[in-house]
């Protein structure tokens, strides 16, 4: 989308680490001259352990007023009647294209991960000596994303549709709509299985363009797919729906190390550029994304990535290398 007015962004650190580096994503942005309104929301973790409420409808309508919004990471409590607040807004805000690009000097690829039904429709039923989930798997649901990830495809060498049609059989509905919508936008694509795909991403990572696959499969694929470029640090992805669209890294808010000033802000620092496209500025995106490789390839690197920056080192770094 492009606006004549600044767009408004609703920004929400959540917990742990998220803050520490949607700080860093706000301070690239500012330096890179972008024009927006942010309007802060509180949700998550902390807000619940304060208030009893992880995401209110207040909070619901807030973000729906914006054109969009960039998100840290939340923790999930350990409590069994927390419903996510992440899989809340992705439902409610009918978020469904998880969209995840995956570089490094040697790799460039893009997971499609379907956000809204799968095995996180939310249907189950937990006993004590059984439980079930329902995988839902629609053909508008299929349809539409891999119309996405057709769009994303034109132009790169291919699609490869990951399913696990051999076994599941609500997966041969996902497979065959994913095949007919490629065939009809002429996209060349194949199909694989899940698990040949989790080994070949490992194997063969540079044999991969544009992967389109189901909720789980994309979560799991993703985090994989982040291990082969180098860390979780590194990743950004949109959530992006009709009319609105949710920008994170792929991490979450990693207790382990949060407060220590060692979090790596370049997925975040990469969801606000992909988060500047969308809403219609692509040459400053791109500017964005730039200046993380240059500082990258300079050795701005957090411990994660074997270095020995802090975040607001490679923060800085990014910063001076914006052109
Ligand atoms: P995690 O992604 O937070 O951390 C996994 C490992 O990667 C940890 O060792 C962490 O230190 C490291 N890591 C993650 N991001 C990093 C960064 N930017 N820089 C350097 N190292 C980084 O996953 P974990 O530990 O399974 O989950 C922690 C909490 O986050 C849980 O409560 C989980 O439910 C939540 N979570 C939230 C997500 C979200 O809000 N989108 C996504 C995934 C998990
Ligand atoms: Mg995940």
New binding site residues.
Partial sequence: MSCARAAKVAVIP?????PE?VKSALDVLKAAGADFESVPVEI??GRWKRTGQALSEEDLQTIRECDCAL???????PDPNYR???LRLRHELDLYANIRPFHSAALDFIIVRENTEGLYSGQEEVGEEEARTVRVITRRCSERIAEKACEIASGRRRLTIVHKSNVLHSDRLFLKAALAVAKRRGVPAEDMLVDAAAYNLVVNPQRFDVIVTTNLFGDILS?EAAGVIG????CASANIGLDFALF??????????AGKG???????IRSASMMMEWLGVPGLAHQMEKAVQKALEKGAR???LGGECG?QEVTAAVIELLE
Avoid: C, K, Q
């Avoid at 998100?71 to 409590?77: N, V």
């Avoid at 994170?248 to 190390?257: F, K, L, T, V, Y």
């Fill in positions: 959540g917990d742990g680490i998220g580096v998550g973790y998100f840290g990471a939340i923790t999930t409590p996510s607040v992440l985090d860390s979780l640090g590194l994170e890294p792929i991490h979450g808010s990693a207790p382990d190390i060692i979090a790596n802000p370049i997925g975040a957090t411990p994660d975040t």
